[in-house]
């Protein structure tokens, strides 16, 4: 209960600190900037690591059963561990859990394809950042450039890999092997939800078809002959008058 309080009031902040750390971290790996702007930087980004380890260790000390929950969340220690999945942090409030929630199937679909395509942006802009850190000043580097690591980036997390661009550092290989594991994981979600489409739109096609060829029961038909039956019978009694009888605020008028 206390761990789920401090949850409630921490999620937010600590969201505002990914984004910020996101910003610092993007300054500090594209633009380069001189002293004293990036012992700022530096600064600021150490100051995000202390939020999050802060945020960890009130978790784990809180969990009626520490060591079930050290288990259990491992991507809190990794945001802790490692500065590239910090920014995975402003996915914490859109959880597929959340998203997926108290909505009708189209609804669920439109919300999972607007949760992936945000989780795979920010994935490969962090990743594209982290190798750029990593690879730039390392000896026969190819990847130099932020535009070279973006494209990199978005051909390993679609599986194509040209392999004109390529991390020959330790560190940029582990974060290429991340990416291709949650590349694989966004196409595996992209397929998910277009077959549950195709298939409920395929099922809605089928049973709208065999309600149309179903034939008339004895019952409905029998129905359908006494509404007939007495239409032709009101007609009968009243010739030139509609089945409901005469407008009202109408007489009849007679023979002058």
Request: hydrophobic content about 50%; glycine content about 6%; charged content about 15%.
């Given at each position: 209960?206390?761990?789920?309080?401090?949850?409630?009031?921490?999620?937010?902040p600590?969201v505002?600190?990914?984004?910020?750390?996101?910003?610092?971290?993007?300054?500090?790996?594209?633009?380069?900037?001189p002293d004293?702007y990036?012992?700022?930087?530096?600064?600021?980004?150490?100051?995000?690591?202390?939020?999050?380890?802060v945020d960890?260790?009130?978790?784990?000390?809180?969990?009626?059963?520490?060591?079930?929950?050290?288990?259990?969340?491992?991507?809190?220690?990794?945001m802790?561990?490692?500065?590239?999945?910090?920014?995975?942090?402003?996915?914490?409030?859109?959880?597929?859990?959340?998203?997926?929630e108290?909505?009708?199937?189209?609804a669920?679909?439109?919300r999972?394809?607007?949760?992936?395509?945000?989780?795979?942006i920010?994935?490969?802009?962090t990743?594209?950042l982290s190798?750029?850190?990593?690879?730039?000043?390392?000896p026969?580097?190819?990847?130099t450039?932020?535009g070279?690591?973006?494209?990199?980036?978005i051909?390993t997390?679609?599986?194509?890999?040209?392999?004109d661009?390529y991390?020959?550092t330790?560190?940029?290989r582990w974060?290429?092997?991340?990416?291709?594991?949650?590349?694989f994981a966004?196409?595996s979600?992209?397929?998910a939800?277009?077959s549950?489409?195709?298939?409920?739109s395929?099922?809605?096609a089928t049973?709208?078809k065999?309600?149309?060829?179903?034939?008339?029961?004895?019952?409905?038909l029998?129905?359908?002959?006494?509404?007939?039956?007495?239409?032709?019978?009101?007609?009968?009694?009243?010739?030139?008058?509609s089945?409901?009888?005469?407008?009202?605020?109408?007489?009849?008028k007679g023979?002058?």
């Amino acid at each position: 209960m206390r761990q789920e309080t401090w949850q409630k009031y921490s999620e937010w902040p600590l969201v505002g600190a990914a984004f910020i750390f996101l910003a610092a971290y993007s300054v500090l790996v594209i633009v380069e900037p001189p002293d004293p702007y990036a012992a700022a930087l530096i600064f600021v980004v150490g100051a995000t690591w202390l939020a999050f380890g802060v945020d960890y260790i009130v978790k784990l000390l809180l969990a009626p059963r520490p060591g079930r929950w050290f288990i259990r969340h491992p991507l809190d220690l990794l945001m802790v561990v490692l500065p590239v999945a910090r920014p995975l942090r402003l996915l914490r409030p859109f959880t597929l859990r959340r998203v997926m929630e108290r909505a009708p199937g189209t609804a669920i679909r439109t919300r999972l394809m607007a949760y992936v395509i945000f989780s795979a942006i920010l994935l490969v802009y962090t990743v594209a950042l982290s190798v750029l850190h990593f690879e730039r000043a390392a000896p026969n580097a190819n990847i130099t450039t932020m535009g070279d690591s973006l494209w990199w980036a978005i051909v390993t997390i679609t599986t194509i890999g040209y392999g004109d661009y390529y991390p020959v550092t330790t560190p940029g290989r582990w974060a290429a092997a991340a990416l291709m594991i949650g590349g694989f994981a966004v196409l595996s979600m992209v397929t998910a939800a277009v077959s549950s489409w195709l298939v409920e739109s395929v099922t809605a096609a089928t049973r709208v078809k065999e309600k149309i060829d179903e034939p008339i029961g004895s019952e409905e038909l029998a129905h359908l002959t006494a509404q007939i039956n007495r239409l032709h019978d009101q007609l009968a009694l009243n010739p030139g008058e509609s089945a409901s009888g005469p407008a009202e605020g109408q007489t009849r008028k007679g023979p002058r």
